[in-house]
């Protein structure tokens, strides 16, 4: 069965750094679209950014130009580098799987998610 690994959360201050990592396992080359969601408590699971099997990347706008996503096809693993964080990033982080980077918002699997806690 094939399963997204997540890894990297953590407790930070406030404008320090975290690299989350999403391990696709065992490989499945169908799923060229993958991304990173979020979800704080009391709040809706929210779109953080995708990308495709060939680079092309989405960023909501509240993260835009301090987390980058970037993806190694070899090792079937996505990255997001956060850096700058802010409390108003903390949250549970869940990788996701999709068909496409244009069906990302509806993907096809999620990972279990990786508490990302950044403090004052």
């Known amino acids: 069965q094939v399963q997204l690994v997540e890894s990297g959360g953590g407790l930070v201050q406030g404008g320090g750094s975290l690299r989350l990592s999403c391990t696709v396992s065992?490989?499945?080359?169908?799923?060229?679209?993958m991304g990173w969601f979020r979800q704080a408590p009391g709040k809706e699971r929210e779109f953080v950014s995708a990308?495709?099997?060939?680079?092309?990347?989405e960023y909501a706008d509240s993260v835009k130009g301090r987390f980058t996503i970037s993806r190694d096809n070899a090792k079937n693993t996505v990255y997001l580098q956060m850096n700058s964080l802010k409390p108003g990033d903390t949250a549970v982080y869940y990788c996701a799987a999709g068909e496409s980077l244009q069906r990302i918002r509806t993907p096809n699997l999620w990972g279990q998610g990786t508490q990302v806690t950044v403090s004052q």
């Open positions: 990308i495709s099997s060939s680079g092309s990347s």
């Open positions: 065992p490989p499945f080359f169908r799923w060229t679209g």
